[in-house]
């Protein structure tokens, strides 16, 4: 039957399915480069990353990257846009016009599973087998062209962190699109006349498998010895957890040190503008505001941003490493001691970034009470948005000495303090949970170990290009949006005639800030503390920009030129610095915390329930803080 020609008003679009860890993401990154979007689904809370390309033919190709699945047997949120979005069901995204297959030819006898599942759909498919460098040292022989012929679809080899790896991938998505454009694109039916597979289907998928893989694939009789000698060495009860604990300490020491230039360059570029703008502008309500508001405010968040990549640097080195899955086979153990099942330390760990995708994350635990207790913990892992204000007072109070004979820094242990004391708290809060609200059985961890491979440069520096753009992006938009209002609150109405005080303790921002005071007064948070809290509820880290745009209009100076620390060890007192410490240990969540707890769990009653919880938490950690600094120190 002869296909009907279709003029195409877009270039042609392309999707790219794989199971996780097939090193997806990478070709990705590969085709597009920096030529990216991401965004969410319409409606949904799964991440989209969508780019454009250009063929070696000069053809424009749209790609999207898919969410890693298993099956189109969909069993989480993020498994079921996969596969609506190849089936054409997605509202507002448009069906791919062909599939672009991404296995890991280390793990073929997993991945291929899926590939026929895809070919049913009737669509255009490649089948790019990835990290085929690591196959081959593994003893892998692939033979591609009969792999082609038993699974009717052309395959290529990658190597996706390779320059050029992916070189034979762009050539066959030519001769794809060249061969639709003869034959002209035929219209996708929504469903494709796919129907969810049954329990029959999957078993018969895997003997067709096993069949092509005795005819196309050749194995070693044994499993990688590096990889056997590696596991035996990081998966040791003993030297495993010993590693992972120096990895994390190395990493958080690394957090100040390396970023110690960097931050200082910022900061004396940003004292730099603010001389400039005090000279170049007549005093008045405009050179305020550029100042006092949104350079004191904003300036004084953004000059973390080495930190955060710094610790986005090693996040992103371990997971590409391979390291994280097994660093979770070490920690099963000891999780289930405490009642949580194995899969919750990838929540728990995406949480260090930020709890948002890591409650996300928490889809992969099917049992109810499992995910429920992994989400209502990962809050108190140390999100990257507590990274200022846990430098901020550590560089304010915290000697910048060395301990152990010079072996590690002071700054740097009370980092990994603060970190431990986060994870140690998460532990014992699911350790109760389990034994009395969410009761049940633990389940076994069963995941699929990824090969180690080296990580490559241009997969990093992407990575860290598009958190740090994240970052910047919410400085310029929701911290300045609210560091313009807390300025305006802050200067207005203005001091009255005669006023001995700065202007700000007669602004709204002042009143609001002596109001709180009372109710945070017990754990030594005085009122720009307290001010200072509000509208961190919106970002954790905000609550660095307000301090920095109070201390500007207060009389303590400019909080940029003499900086911001020093401004706070001559207003607040050790015992005040070390209950905020324990208050942000345990700190009340933010709003998008809050709201994706509510969508991922479709209840109002569980976010209640973990603000009341944790705001109860922080509160009472600060005031035996407070009070054991002031035993022990004085007041």
Known sequence: MTKSKLPRALPPRLALVGNPNSGKTAVFNAMTGSRQKVANYAGVTVERKEGLFVSPAGTRVRVVDLPGTYSLRARSPDEEVTRDVVLGRMEGEETPDAIVFVADATNLRLNLRLALELKRLGRPIILALNMMDAAAKQGMAVDTAELSAELGMPVVSTIAIERGGIQSLLDQIDRTIQVAEVEGWSPVRAECGWSEPSSRDLRDYHHEVERILSRAVSTPARPHLATRRLDGILLHPATGLL??????????????????????????????LTAWIGTAMDDGPLRSLIADGIIAGVGSVVIFLPQILVLFFFIQLLEDTGYMARAAFLLDKMMGGVGLHGRAFIPLLSSFACAVPGIMAARTIENRTDRIATIMIAPLMTCSARLPVYTLIIAAFVPDTTV????????????????????????????????????????????????????????????????????????????????????FLG??????????????????????????EPLLAPIGFNWQIALALVPGMAAREVAVGVLGTIYALSGSGDALRTSLATALTQSWSLPTALSLLAWYVFAPQCLATLGVVRRELNSRMWPAIMFVFLTSLAYGAAFITYRAAIAVLGS
Request: no cysteine; hydrophobic share 55%.
């Open 243 to 272: 590693i992972l604990l120096t990895v994390l300490f190395l990493m958080f020491q690394a957090v100040f040190s390396w970023a110690r230039l960097p931050m200082e360059l910022i900061n004396s570029g940003l004292t730099e």
């Open 404 to 487: 152990w004979g010079g072996w590690a820094g002071l700054p740097g242990l009370v980092m990994f303090g603060l970190y431990a004391a986060g994870i140690i708290s998460g532990l014992l809060v699911a350790f109760v949970m389990k034994r009395t609200v969410l009761k049940g059985a633990r389940e076994p961890l069963l995941m699929q170990l990824p090969a180690y491979r080296l990580p490559h440069p241009r997969n990093v520096a992407l990575g860290l290009y598009d958190r740090g753009k994240a970052f910047l992006m919410r400085a310029g938009t929701t911290i300045f949006a609210l560091m313009v209002v807390m300025w």
């Open 491 to 516: 200067s207005f109405p203005g001091a009255p005639e005669g006023a001995t005080e700065p202007a700000i303790r007669y602004s709204v921002a002042g009143a609001i800030g002596h109001a709180l």
